[in-house]
T-cell receptor, first 114, second 115 residues
């Protein structure tokens, strides 16, 4: 069975701080895909990134960066110089190849105060 | 702009009522999904569908059914609403893996309260 663990339930930071959201996954698939989604207060899940298991290169997109480490089954997400607009719930998810569904972690609520 | 649209943002229903949550997507996606989101539990899959008239149970199908009569529309049905079905419901769609693994697109959610 597949599993995604986001151990941090809630994180509070002050604007301009860097913050890392942790994600640990379990899967028996040799090829797999991981995702991060952002859910702002409006409710809609917004796609941030997709990473496949055979590409371990870390990725940076503006203030966002992702660290994929197969050896520790982790796919962590870092926001540099956080802003109030980054306040949201962030979900890590694992693609289930057999069913084309996503298994989500429980989410991490990030609160960025001015 | 790709769109998944859920018919209601907020809904209040009485215990025992039959409730329909509607979802429409305009991306010609084969796959559609219904999740419920509860604090501390994340998103849990209720039902999904690979094509018209097809449905598969997810992790928590009890108390729910679905209908997919047209490719673009996927309905979630609560046959007899109960207070423990008070939750946020999220619809999503995605193309089949044959087109490459892409992200699922989500609607804005329906916050259902059963009183």
């Amino acid at each position: 069975a597949q599993k995604v663990t986001q151990a941090q339930t809630e994180i509070s930071v002050v604007e301009k701080e860097d913050v890392t959201l942790d994600c640990v996954y379990e899967t028996r698939d040799t090829t797999y895909y991981l995702f991060w989604y952002k859910q702002p207060p409006s409710g809609e899940l917004v796609f941030l990134i997709r990473r496949n298991s055979f590409d371990e290169q870390n990725e940076i997109s503006g203030r966002y960066s992702w660290n994929f480490q197969k050896s520790t089954s982790s796919f962590n997400f870092t926001i540099t110089a956080s802003q109030v607009v980054d306040s949201a719930v962030y979900f890590c998810a694992l693609f289930n190849s057999g069913y084309s569904t996503l298994t989500f972690g429980k989410g991490t609520m990030l609160l960025v105060s001015p | 702009d790709v769109k998944v649209t859920q018919s209601s943002r907020y809904l209040v229903k009485r215990t025992g009522e039959k409730v329909f949550l509607e979802c429409v997507q305009d991306m010609d996606h084969e796959n559609m999904f219904w999740y419920r989101q509860d604090p501390g539990l994340g998103l849990r899959l209720i039902y999904f569908s690979y094509d018209v008239k097809m449905k598969e149970k997810g992790d928590i199908p009890e108390g729910y059914s679905v209908s997919r009569e047209k490719k673009e529309r996927f309905s979630l049905i609560l046959e007899s609403a109960s207070t423990n079905q008070t939750s946020m419901y999220l619809c999503a769609s995605s193309p089949p893996p044959g087109r490459g693994i892409t992200e699922a697109f989500f609607g804005q959610g329906t916050r259902l309260t059963v009183v």
